[in-house]
C-alpha cells in the first residue's frame, strides 16, 4: 500500500502530496553502478579540463612544411612548420595540431608564404584522439 507524503509550503495553506514510490534496487547494484559510472566521469572532467585551460598561448613564425589530415575515427589536422632564424640555417621544426577546419583551410592556401601561426599549449590531454601534439592551433596570419 502507498501513502501519501504530505509537503507543505511554511505560512501557507497550499499542500501538495507526494506517492511514495519504493526504490527496489539493491546497495550492491548502486554500488557497482557507481564504481563503473565514477571512472568514466572522471576521465570526462578531466579532458574537459585540459581541453578547456591553455597552459600557454604564444605565436611562431615560419613556412609550412608539411599539413595533412589523419586519423582513423577522430581526423584532425597536424602540420609542421620550419622556423629559420638566418638563412642558410638549420630549420626549427615545430610540429602542432589544428582542429578547426577552417583555420586549416586558412593554412592550407597560405602554404609556401612565411605566416606565423597563433597557437594554445594544452598539456595532459589524455588521447590523441583531439590532436598528436599539445599545440593547437587557433589563428594564421601572412607575415611580410
Known amino acids: 500500500m502507498r501513502h501519501a507524503l504530505p509537503f507543505r509550503i511554511p505560512h501557507s495553506t ?15 547494484k548502486l554500488i557497482i553502478g557507481a564504481a563503473l559510472a565514477l571512472p568514466i566521469v572522471a576521465f570526462v572532467l578531466y579532458t574537459w579540463a585540459s581541453l578547456s585551460w591553455s597552459y600557454s598561448v604564444g605565436e611562431r613564425a615560419g613556412y609550412v612544411q608539411k599539413f595533412s589530415e589523419k586519423g582513423w575515427i577522430c581526423k584532425t589536422w597536424e602540420g609542421e612548420l620550419a622556423m629559420v632564424s638566418l638563412p642558410g640555417t638549420m630549420p626549427e621544426k615545430f610540429y602542432f595540431s589544428v582542429r578547426n577546419d577552417s583555420v586549416a583551410h586558412l593554412i592550407t592556401t597560405e602554404m609556401g608564404k612565411r605566416v606565423s601561426l597563433t597557437y594554445h599549449q594544452h598539456r595532459g590531454v589524455p588521447t590523441s584522439c583531439f590532436g598528436e601534439t599539445e599545440y593547437f592551433v587557433t589563428g594564421v596570419r601572412i607575415v611580410e
Open 14 to 28: 497550499f499542500r501538495i502530496s507526494f506517492l511514495a514510490v519504493p526504490l527496489n534496487i539493491s546497495r550492491t
